[in-house]
């Protein structure tokens, strides 16, 4: 049985994720794929990130971490 390629990360938005334990961010493509993007660990967006990890608002603030994440991208 293969590992899905997204073991281990947490859904942002899309096929955007995090690593929940490094901060390390990526974009998965089909089944297979991790293109890296980046890191956010030891910043403060990864503290919110951390802190909203399984509450009732944690779904929100991971789909507004992925836009941030997203536009700081699109604007380069």
Not at 12 to 27: Q, V
């Amino acid at each position: 049985m293969t590992q899905s390629v997204t073991k281990g990360l947490t859904k942002l938005d899309g096929n955007l994720y995090i690593e929940k334990n490094t901060g390390d961010i990526f974009i998965v493509h089909g089944t297979w794929l991790k293109t890296p993007l980046g890191s956010i660990a030891g910043t403060e967006l990864f503290k919110v990130f951390e802190d909203s990890f399984g509450t009732k608002d944690g779904s929100k603030k991971r789909v507004a971490i992925a836009r941030a994440i997203l536009k700081s991208f699109n604007q380069e």
